[in-house]
């Protein structure tokens, strides 16, 4: 979502202002959201 596009769009459509989380932020999210679902599903984070 860090195209100048989807900024404009959804500004101009509904007034909608975006905040963009650092680099730091975005990996920790994409390994959130996308890595640890992974890890779950082969069983590779087991304690």
Known sequence: M???FYKGR???RYKIE???PG???RMAIHRI???EPVA???GLNRA
Do not use: T, Y
């Open 23 to 25: 680099a730091a932020d």
């Open 18 to 20: 975006r905040l963009m």
């Open 40 to 42: 779950g599903m082969c």
């Open 33 to 35: 959201i996308h890595d």
């Open 10 to 12: 959804s500004h101009e």
């Open 2 to 4: 860090e195209p100048p």
